[in-house]
């Protein structure tokens, strides 16, 4: 079985060289080659021996996602459906002037989380993705819209729960933040994840950190249980405490991610307890009225009832935002990525296949 080079962080590289005989600094040239440069050709890789050049062509193999198809919005956001080696199939957004370029990615093929308004969950895990799957859908993005040598922001709220997949997710952020690849500064990045406690103190301790967000979205026990299932065992006192307890870096916050449903978690007294549990963590809230989709059992709040909840935040002083829906009409927005697997759910029946020409 060949080795897959786009698996190996640059020290590995460097490394998987070595037993080939070759120089360790080949390692370094090859990791800017593939992630800066976008090239999966060693015949391409033009500053190698041509020995070496055939040596990794027999020897090696440089898989990446490949792009089935692509759907653009209305609003500019495009929706990239991603093919893996293994058949199965993943989504990614590229979404501009945010105010920064953005790329949401996916972490899973699935998620195993089933939070109960998004679309992703209702497909189960597939499984995991592997670190060159997910650094390689940031350099597939990048360089499909011209921004591999532009600095640009990475949000990993794509398919799957991040901290669900910790080793390869963690790697994959080494991965693009390595100067001789894409060089993403930490600071643009940013893991979001429901709260899987275990993998957040690990993620406390890690010398590359990412912007931590984490997806809250109610202010008791059992209106979260309902629609966010790990809460059930890790519950939202405990949240809040390991939340409490988190490293930040000077001008770092957590984000708190609050999708409003209407009816469910949306009033003023939920608002007001959510400003009392923030209280002392160093946090900003980003609420996210439901993005609706055939499968949800959930309404969209109303404007003034989403504009009431913010401004209660904030004259308790708590730092808020509303954020816009980006790509909606495409299915791309927060809670909408799905694609058809093995395993099909109702809510995937329900939703369908959207045309996704080229």
Aim: charged share 20%; hydrophobic share 40%; glycine share 8%.
């Amino acid at each position: 079985m060949t080795r897959n080079l786009a698996e190996l962080d640059r020290p590995e590289l460097e490394d998987a060289l070595a037993e080939l005989g070759a120089p360790r600094f080949h390692g370094r040239q090859i990791f800017h080659w593939i992630h800066r440069r976008g090239v999966t050709d060693p015949a391409q890789m033009t500053d190698l021996g041509q020995a070496l050049r055939r040596t990794l062509g027999e020897q090696t193999t440089i898989a990446s996602p490949s792009v089935v198809s692509r759907q653009v919005s209305s609003d500019g956001t495009t929706k990239f459906l991603l093919g893996l080696a293994d058949g199965r199939q993943i989504e990614a957004v590229y979404i501009p002037d945010t105010p920064a370029q953005t790329f949401c990615i996916s972490t899973q093929v699935g998620c195993a989380m089933a939070c109960a308004f998004c679309l992703t969950g209702k497909m189960g895990l597939a499984r995991h993705l592997t670190a060159g799957e997910i650094a390689g859908q940031v350099r597939i993005l990048a360089h499909e819209t011209g921004l591999a040598s532009t600095p640009f922001n990475i949000v990993f709220m794509g398919m799957g729960e991040p901290l669900h997949n910790y080793d390869a997710t963690m790697k994959a952020i080494r991965m693009l933040a390595d100067e001789q690849g894409l060089a993403v500064h930490p600071r643009r990045i940013t893991l979001s994840t429901v709260g899987v406690l275990p993998a957040m103190e690990r993620l406390a301790g890690e010398p590359i950190m990412p912007n931590l967000a984490v997806s809250l979205h109610a202010t008791t026990d059992a209106s979260r249980s309902a629609i966010v299932p790990i809460n059930k065992k890790y519950g939202l006192e405990q949240l809040i405490e390991a939340c409490r307890q988190f490293p930040l870096a000077k001008r770092r916050r957590i984000t708190f991610e609050y999708v409003l449903l209407s009816g469910v978690n949306d009033t003023p007294e939920d608002a007001r307890r959510l400003a009392k549990l923030l209280a002392g963590i160093k946090a900003k809230v980003n609420l996210l009225p439901l993005n609706a989709a055939p499968g949800i059992a959930f309404e969209r709040p109303t404007d003034d009832r989403v504009n009431a909840f913010a401004r209660i935040l904030a004259d308790k002083g708590v730092t808020v935002s509303v954020r816009r829906s980006r790509g909606r009409d495409i299915r791309a927005a927060c809670g909408q990525l799905i694609v058809e697997g093995a395993r099909t759910s109702a809510a995937q029946k329900l939703a369908g296949t959207i045309p996704t020409p080229q």
